[in-house]
């Protein structure tokens, strides 16, 4: 868990030290309005969510399958919002380990970055929830999560948007002396500002 901690020390540094430095090259450059925020600026989402099992966790599981909802709360003005996401997961077992299937439930907060027009970086981090602790087996309830993230938003008229990211999401063990459970995934989501 430690390693993970300082891994998402890391990603939001390098993420602050890059919204630092394009804000620096912008001085001079004249400010074009951008089209991500209309309305009161808080945009709300809601998507389905899909990932390949990578690492350990690809040994027993084949995909994963979900859905979330977020929240974005501007910080700067169509540039920098925080972020509050929560969903479920289903991690399928392969027909081969005579595992259980993993159902998460995550809860995070992060920060989503535009450094261009309508183009993101977020970080999230919080906690996961293990739905089926007893048919896993699992020591623990619940398990430190983080995940980095890129995406854009393609707007789809007025204040809606097509919502699409990809992201690394890793959990920290459930198992005494186990393992991170890590995928790769794909969110697509409908959102819209209020």
């Known amino acids: 868990m430690k390693t993970s901690i300082k891994l998402s020390i890391l990603i939001f540094s390098l993420l602050s030290t890059i919204s630092l430095n394009l804000k620096a090259q912008d001085i001079n450059t004249p400010v074009t309005p951008k089209t991500t925020n209309l309305g009161s600026g808080i945009r709300l989402s809601a998507g389905i969510e ?19 909802v977020q929240a974005d709360f501007p910080i700067i003005d169509r540039e920098l919002y925080a972020t509050l996401n929560a969903g479920f997961n289903n991690i399928y077992a392969n027909n081969v380990s005579n595992a259980a299937d993993i159902q998460l439930i995550p809860v995070k907060a992060g920060l989503k970055y535009f450094p261009v027009k309508n183009f993101y970086i977020q970080g999230e981090a919080g906690a996961s929830f293990i739905a089926n602790k007893s048919d896993l087996g699992a020591t623990k309830s619940a398990a430190f999560v983080y995940a980095p993230q890129v995406g854009v938003l393609f707007n789809v008229g007025g204040k809606n948007y097509i919502d699409a990211g990809v992201r690394f999401e890793s959990n920290s063990k459930f198992y005494t002396n186990g393992n991170t459970s890590n995928f790769v995934g794909l969110r697509i989501a409908y959102a819209f500002n209020l």
């Open 50 to 68: 899909s990932g390949l099992p990578i690492g350990k966790l690809n040994d027993a599981y084949s995909w994963n399958f979900g859905g979330s």
